[in-house]
């Protein structure tokens, strides 16, 4: 006899970044959910995106949604005569984005690439809803503000990255004194045995090359310097309330294990899945229930062995940095995070070499530490800072490309 899900499946969904990987994901299991529950589950009330409006009018004509919504301003035009004819209203610009956040539903999961998504996001945190979080550029930027208008708000936060979804898997809070140690595993990337002198030359087809997740070019370039791990740990930090020497990392190339936890008794729990975000997608919409997925399943026999080995610091500055900006706390993190956007593009865009992303962050933390240690209360002040560490890190990527 099949489960009564249906408090689960009649949930409302807003998919912030519909178009991305983790947006295009969601919809999968949506469309899994679909077939399995019925064709009315998971009604969704928005869907938005930056650029692609080709895709969003697709995904609109085939999901139903109330509303689709473009970021791109210069696109509204396209986007409504694409839906025309289908009473699917829509709208466009950055400020649409927001107010679509901010629309009535039950979960918003925010995959929106970058620092962008932290005004949709608050938007959402603020009128309680549950927020299934994919992002971790809003975290990182504004941890204690984002930690406290959760709070404020009653809003319901489940991670979706998949380290830390299965880190809410495995913690249990009521014995929180016993947690000695929450390990992230890293891919390690593409460039995981690459010795430095070839890192150098690396371009951005080989860094986006992910061994075993399909990703956003920007997140996949995160892989490759581990900066993405490093923005893991911060992240970890501020969802779990765990000070960062209780914060570790492994690499593990094979991508099974993804988060471990060690209690006070000498019991290790570990989270097993194969390398398919639609996994902790699917458990992040029925928490706290469990359902269907259409996610490639574990086969450990085929496996056949799983190795875990130190990172190399020496390779890979980045994940020190992210430490560091970790244990200084203020406005370090964000400017870690403004920086390595503006890098990022950089080395996409051919402006800069694959070891400078590294040097960009550092140079930019370095010209900053005088007045990166005062929080800023409100969101316009994190902006702010975000905003100067990209205007700095964007003159010395200038200044390395010249
Ligand atoms: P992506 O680049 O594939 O998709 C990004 C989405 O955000 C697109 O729909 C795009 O239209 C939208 N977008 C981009 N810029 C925007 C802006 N300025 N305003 C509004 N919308 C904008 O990225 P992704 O790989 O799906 O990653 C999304 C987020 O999830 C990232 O923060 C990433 O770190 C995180 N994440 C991704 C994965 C993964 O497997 N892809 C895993 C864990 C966490
Ligand atoms: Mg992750």
């Known amino acids: 006899m099949m489960a009564d899900l249906s408090a689960v499946t009649s949930r409302r969904v807003t998919v912030l970044g519909s178009t991305g990987s983790i947006g295009v994901s969601t919809l999968d299991v949506i469309a899994h959910a ?18 692609n409006v080709e895709l969003l009018a697709e995904q609109a004509r085939r999901f139903r949604p109330r509303m689709a919504v473009i970021g791109d301003a210069a696109r509204g035009g396209a986007l409504k005569q694409m839906l025309a004819g289908t009473g699917i209203e829509s709208a466009a610009g950055r400020e649409a984005v927001i107010e679509a956040a901010a629309r009535p539903s039950d979960v918003v999961m925010v995959a929106i690439v970058g620092a962008a998504s932290l005004a949709p996001a608050l938007a959402a945190v603020r009128r309680g809803a549950t927020i299934a979080l994919a992002n971790k550029e809003c975290i990182v930027a504004a941890g204690d503000l984002f930690r406290r208008a959760v709070a404020e708000s009653g809003a319901t936060l489940i991670p979706v990255d998949s380290e830390h979804n299965a880190a809410f898997q ?39 090359a992910h061994p075993n997740w399909s990703m956003g070019a920007k997140i996949s370039v995160d892989s490759a310097t581990l900066m993405n791990k490093g923005l893991e740990l911060i992240e970890a930090h501020f969802l779990f309330s765990l000070e960062p020497d209780r914060l570790a990392v492994l690499v593990h190339p094979q991508s099974i294990v993804h988060c471990l936890v060690s209690y006070a008794d000498g019991s290790t729990l570990a989270h097993l899945s194969a390398p398919d975000m639609r996994t902790p997608i699917a458990h992040a919409l029925a928490w706290p229930r469990r359902m269907s997925s259409p996610s490639r399943r574990l086969d450990l026999a085929m496996l056949n062995k799983l190795t875990f080995e130190v990172p190399d610091p020496e390779r890979f500055p980045c994940l020190n940095l992210a430490q560091t900006c970790l244990r200084q706390g203020g406005l370090a993190p964000t400017i870690l995070n403004a920086a390595n956007e503006v890098a990022v593009q950089a ?16 140079d930019t933390l370095s010209a900053r530490t005088a007045n990166s240690t005062a929080i800023p209360r409100d969101v316009d002040g994190i902006l702010d800072a975000d905003r100067q560490a990209r205007d700095l890190a964007d003159t010395i990527c200038r200044r390395m490309a010249a």
Not at 39 to 50: K, N, W
Not at 350 to 359: E, P, S, Y
């Open 34 to 51: 679909r077939e399995t529950y019925g064709a009315d589950a998971f009604p969704i009330e928005v869907l938005t995106a930056q650029s």
């Open 170 to 208: 495995l913690l249990n809070f009521d014995e929180a004194h016993a947690i000695e140690r929450v390990t992230l595993t890293a891919s390690g990337g593409p460039f995981r045995d690459w010795p430095s002198e070839r890192m150098a030359v690396a371009t951005p087809e080989q860094a986006v």
């Open 347 to 362: 080395f996409l865009g051919r402006r800069i070499g694959f070891l400078d992303i590294a040097r960009v962050v550092e």
